[in-house]
């Protein structure tokens, strides 16, 4: 497709469950990024993929946060043991070799923990 | 640490009018500036970047004003319409990471 997919667009889970969100870049697209918005705050970055190395982890919250990208191409984000603070829009963003900045962003996953 | 914010979480303009969004920045080093629009339901989509070697750059019906002396800038939208209803976002670089800093966003409300 022309742009970024992401799927779900809205995921309900029990707090405790697990869940994994999907992110389809943009074709050729060497960087990734996922970034959590918390309902009225801006993107918060939470990691970066350039093809299949995860450069930048720094933004997971914690040790139940995982990302990975194993062919370069489409990445998941798991949340483990779900929590309600971990209620947010997942976004995820691909920008090609050489624009760092030239994000494109997908729809994003509304996740709420209940 | 780096920190991008926005003056005003809400304005409210008249169709046809101009609008202007403020963002004030902490870090004087910072040299390259993006703002973003968020429409409801959607991810943030680019509008304009603007580089510190620049005071000003225009688009289509917008400009972005830089001003490094107090560390401001701000998106001018000129005869705004109903559809640049949305959440507007600045956004800065973390050092070279390829990293985005935003803002917490002013949302654009346009009456008709």
């Known amino acids: 497709g022309a742009g970024v997919s992401q799927s779900p667009r809205y995921k309900v889970a029990k707090r405790g469950q697990d869940v994994a969100l999907r992110c389809d870049p943009i074709?050729?697209?060497?960087?990734l990024f996922w970034y959590q918005q918390a309902l009225g705050q801006g993107p918060e970055f939470l990691t970066y993929f350039q093809n299949e190395a995860q450069l930048d982890k720094s933004g997971l919250p914690s040790d139940r946060f995982f990302a990975e990208r194993p062919e370069g191409s489409v990445s998941t984000l798991k949340i483990q043991r779900t929590q309600q603070e971990d209620s947010a829009v997942y976004l995820c963003?691909?920008?090609?070799?050489?624009?760092?900045?030239?994000?494109?962003f997908g729809s994003g996953t509304r996740l709420t923990v209940v | 640490g780096e920190s991008v914010g926005l003056h005003l979480p809400t304005l409210s303009v008249q169709e046809g009018d101009n609008s202007i969004i403020n963002c004030a920045y902490s870090n004087s080093a910072s040299d390259y500036f993006i703002w973003y629009k968020q429409e409801s339901g959607k991810g943030p989509q680019f509008i304009i970047d603007i580089r510190s070697n620049m005071d000003k750059r225009q688009g289509q019906r917008v400009t972005v004003l830089l001003n490094k002396t107090v560390k401001h800038l701000s998106l001018q939208i000129a005869a705004t319409q109903p559809g640049d209803s949305a959440v507007y976002f600045c956004a800065e670089p973390h050092l070279n990471t390829g990293k985005l800093i935003f803002g917490q966003g002013t949302t654009l409300q346009v009456k008709p």
């Open positions: 074709s050729g697209h060497v960087s």
């Open positions: 963003a691909s920008s090609p070799a050489g624009q760092p900045y030239g994000y494109t």
